[in-house]
């Protein structure tokens, strides 16, 4: 707006009225404002879109309304997809990329252990996306969601599942929730029909399993 009012000004700033030149200042202060807020991308599933529930009942909206109450400089952008597998995230991450983020909170791998794929490649695409994300951006902070899965694919699998995370973590020095469903996986009240998406309240635990390693980087 600032640059639309010079451009249009033709050399007559000098013959505005108080209220342009007030509309102007204004506009000034909304750009660079604009530019002082950050933004978090959180990356994820079905568990960070909030399947089942409305968007701003998610925890990343929650956390939202956390970073609000404190008055401080960052914005949420919720990239959940449903469905999303580490080989999918791999490819979109791309797109996303196209705008610039401050930190990443990156949750994903929990379709990949619940379909039973090879764990190997789970590990390669976890590292493949912080890779593109750090070359592009390398400043970028990353939070990393823990997940676990139940034993049905055996007692093995899950717990070469679980140590994905920690050892990801720390690789490549990202701040660990050592388990997003903490508190809330298992738990019939806290879960929909599915027995697998939260429940509003169930989402607010997961939000503050998050917040509780995410504020530290704000």
């Known amino acids: 707006m600032a640059s639309l009012f010079s451009s249009c000004g033709g050399g007559q700033g000098n013959g505005q009225s108080g209220n342009e030149k007030a509309d102007t200042t204004k506009s000034t202060a909304n750009k660079t404002d604009d530019k002082a807020v950050k933004k978090i991308l959180f990356f994820g599933t079905s568990l960070t ?4 529930l409305d968007v701003n009942e998610a925890f990343p909206a ?3 309304h956390k970073i609000d109450s404190l008055k401080l400089p960052y914005k949420v952008v919720n990239a959940g997809l449903s469905g999303e597998t580490s080989a999918a995230g791999k490819t979109r991450i791309d797109w996303l990329l196209k705008q ?7 949750e994903l791998g929990a379709n990949d252990g619940l379909r039973g794929l090879p764990l190997a490649d789970t590990k390669k695409n976890l590292q493949q996306i912080t890779d593109k994300v750090k070359k592009k951006y390398p400043q970028v902070r990353f939070v990393l969601a823990g997940m ?3 034993p049905s694919m055996g007692a093995e699998y899950a717990e070469e599942f679980k140590s994905i995370f920690p050892a990801l973590a720390k690789k490549n020095n990202m701040v660990l929730v050592p388990f997003l469903l903490q508190g809330v996986g298992g738990v019939p009240k806290l879960n929909q029909k599915d027995g697998i998406h939260p429940t509003v309240e169930g989402q607010k635990i997961l939000a503050e399993n998050v917040w509780g390693q995410l504020k530290g980087l704000l």
């Open 148 to 150: 676990q899965i139940p």
């Open 49 to 52: 879109a909030g399947l089942g």
């Open 100 to 106: 610039p983020f401050d930190i990443i909170v990156l």
């Open 62 to 64: 929650v956390i939202q």
